[in-house]
């Protein structure tokens, strides 16, 4: 579902639209707590050494985090290990962004 434009926020440099009012709010409240994790690029492949789009329509929440990932495809391999996925992941985020 795409966001209303009359509904939107500006976070990050990305325009953020929602579905409500109700949602924007929630969201302007706490961005961190909504926003995908490793900036929205596919979790898999942030903990594989690269970044890749992630695709909205892909996704999974683990401990109230949302994570992307490029396709499905994709998403079968990180599925196999999410733990060990997360934990490289993180590690690896950081230096990807130099």
Request: aromatic letters at 16%; a positive charge.
């Amino acid at each position: 579902m795409v966001g209303k434009p009359e509904f939107s926020y500006k976070w990050m440099d990305a325009t953020w639209r929602f579905s409500s009012a109700e949602n924007r709010d929630a969201f302007k409240a706490e961005p961190q707590k909504y926003a995908p994790q490793y900036g929205g690029y596919c979790a898999f492949g942030t903990s594989q050494g690269h970044l890749v789009p992630g695709d909205a329509q892909v996704w999974k929440v683990v401990d109230n985090k949302l994570y992307l990932n490029y396709n499905k495809d994709v998403q079968k391999f990180w599925l196999q290990d999410v733990p060990g996925n997360i934990q490289k992941a993180d590690e690896n985020y950081p230096k990807l962004l130099k």
